[in-house]
């Protein structure tokens, strides 16, 4: 296959920026569940702790200073400042190690999926509640591979997710949308009142939100409202992988990508190519893809068989395509 090993250097940056990407995100959500800010506060003469919850100054009294408040503030203050110098730590550690995933060319993806998926994820909706569909996987695919795709598939400047129907929950309990993940990044991000599944920033910056229908029931209110499409439920089946990559920018920030079974995604695509609904120009690069991906996956990816108990899941909508790729797989061409 048209496929660059990755060399001993660069599979030293990927195993690093895993393992550094790991520590930076449990700092964040450690930092994430501390109350936003403890202090003190004067009434009638008398000194109380409050607990404030968010950047309007909401909050409540944790009673009158006493040793026990003080204990509590002290207790605070020394964790958030140990927490916010091994964050900072951590991420010069990794300014380091993004620049030089960048001089080695390793995979990437765009700087605002980067951004979205970085707060995903200290969200624990990444992989949860969400995947990354489209181009932007195959980032991830090219880490498992363990190889470049020589094959010219930069993402486009979208970003398509897909709901999985699992929720997550603030620490307010309420459940968490994408789009309120968006807004709390971008206030200038609006959903489209054409198209309810995209949302869009000031920048022109497109996320959509795509969904099977046997998930679509559970979406929460003040969600994008995504059409319900019978072919996201392939991308549901088998088991999602995950990688840590890097951004396409001047700086790069790391992100994690939570993409769908590559065996599943690859047929996905292929199906993709055959539907007058898509757009013209979308369908030969879904082909190449798909095909390109199903190959990968059978000589590259041992964790994603081809073997019986696959191909005994495969439904009939997509069991031509399959037939067709044993006896042309060889020949991306032909998939066009």
Do not use: C
């Not at 090993?5 to 895993?18: C, P, T």
């Not at 506060?41 to 944790?62: K, Q, V």
């Not at 292929?270 to 390109?292: C, E, F, H």
């Not at 037939?323 to 061409?333: D, I, S, V």
């Amino acid at each position: 296959m048209d496929i660059r090993d990755f060399d001993a250097e660069q599979l030293r940056i990927i195993a690093n920026i895993a393992m550094q990407y790991d520590s930076l995100i449990e700092t964040q959500r450690s930092l994430e569940v501390l109350p936003y800010h403890l202090k003190w506060h004067t009434s009638a003469g008398y000194e109380y702790l409050y607990e404030i919850r968010n950047a309007r100054g909401d909050g409540r009294s944790l009673g009158p200073r006493s040793a026990e408040t003080e204990a509590k503030k002290t207790a605070y203050d020394e964790q958030k400042e140990q927490l916010r110098q091994r964050q900072a730590g951590t991420e010069a550690t990794l300014g380091t190690t993004t620049a030089i995933w960048r001089t080695l060319k390793l995979p990437t993806i765009s700087h605002e999926a980067a951004k979205i998926l970085q707060e995903l994820d200290v969200r624990g909706m990444l992989g949860t509640s969400l995947l990354v569909v489209g181009t932007n996987a195959f980032a991830a695919y090219e880490i498992e591979a363990g190889g470049r795709f020589l094959m010219g598939w930069d993402a486009t400047e979208d970003f398509d997710l897909a709901w999985t129907g699992k929720l997550v929950l603030s620490k307010a309990r309420i459940p968490q949308t994408l789009f309120g993940v968006l807004k709390k990044m971008d206030s200038t991000f609006t959903i489209n009142s054409e198209r309810t599944f995209q949302a869009r920033n000031a920048k022109a910056y497109e996320v959509e939100l795509l969904s099977a229908p046997s998930v679509q029931s559970s979406l929460p209110r003040g969600e994008m409202n995504p059409i319900p499409l019978e072919e996201q439920e392939w991308l549901l089946l088998g088991t999602p992988l995950e990688h840590v990559v890097a951004s396409l920018a001047a700086k790069p920030l790391p992100a994690r990508i939570v993409a769908p079974d590559p065996r599943w995604m690859a047929l996905h695509k292929m199906w993709l190519s055959r539907q007058p609904k898509r757009a013209a120009a979308k369908r030969p690069k879904d082909a190449r893809q798909g095909a390109y991906l199903l190959m990968a996956g059978k000589e590259r990816m041992p964790r994603f068989a081809l073997d019986d108990a696959f191909q005994q899941q495969i439904p009939a909508a997509l069991q031509p395509i399959y037939e067709e790729w044993l006896n042309f797989g060889h020949n991306f061409n032909h998939a066009v």
